[in-house]
T-cell receptor, first 113, second 115 residues
């Protein structure tokens, strides 16, 4: 099925560990984003990309890196995990800048202990 | 500045009764507006969107929303609630041409459907 695929679905990390959350879409969407969702705070934008090779910071970028080497993939790297990064992470993609809403992945639930 | 206010953080309705989830927006341009639904432990799914065509927008699962410029509102309605409608609902505003990531999410409305 076409869509946005996130892996893993669940992850537990120890403080200081690093990891990469994977995101892939097969809809040839130019725009991709990473959000985190925390109780009472809604969705907050971490990083986004408007095409291969182009990324930019969102509202809460500290502690995270991204790259966009292909149109399909947009991995999110946690450099040194902290308990404050415990959250649910969503990857989303959209076709382009004109009136398009996002297609969201099913999320990665991350716990940092 | 752009912003979205979802006027109710929680709404409870009985099965078979109408649903009304309220959303007001503030925008310096003629916006695009979206409603998303999130079921427990799932991602967000697009319900419907307004993009300056018809002001009454029909979405999936019997939901619809009406864009009222004079009231800066985009309320979501459904004539008859079903148990499967229990979820979190998000109203989102963006410019019609969004070259960055100018999506502004409301804080969500949790819908409970009572059998």
């Amino acid at each position: 099925n076409a869509g946005v695929t996130q892996t893993p679905k669940f992850q537990v990390l120890k403080t200081g560990q690093s990891m990469t959350l994977q995101c892939a879409q097969d809809m040839n969407h130019e725009y991709m984003s990473w959000y985190r969702q925390d109780p009472g705070m809604g969705l907050r934008l971490i990083h986004y990309s408007v095409g291969a090779g182009i990324t930019d910071q969102g509202e809460v970028p500290n502690g995270y890196n991204v790259s966009r080497s292909t149109t399909e993939d947009f991995p999110l790297r946690l450099l040194s995990a902290a308990p404050s990064q415990t959250s649910v992470y969503f990857c989303a993609s959209r076709l382009g800048p004109l009136n398009y809403g996002y297609t969201f992945g099913s999320g990665t639930r991350l716990t940092v202990v | 500045a752009q912003s979205v206010t979802q006027l109710d953080s929680h709404v409870s309705v009985s099965e078979g009764t109408p649903v009304l989830l309220r959303c007001n927006y503030s925008s310096s341009y003629s916006p695009s507006l979206f409603w998303y639904v999130q079921h427990p432990n799932k991602g967000l799914q697009l319900l419907l969107k307004y993009t300056s065509a018809a002001t009454l927008v029909k979405g999936i699962n019997g939901f619809e929303a009406e864009f009222k410029k004079s009231e800066t509102s985009f309320h979501l309605t459904k004539p008859s609630a079903h148990m499967s409608d229990a979820a979190e609902y998000f109203c989102v505003v963006s410019p019609p041409i969004n070259t960055g990531n100018q999506f502004y999410f409301g804080t969500g409305t949790s819908l409970t459907v009572i059998p």
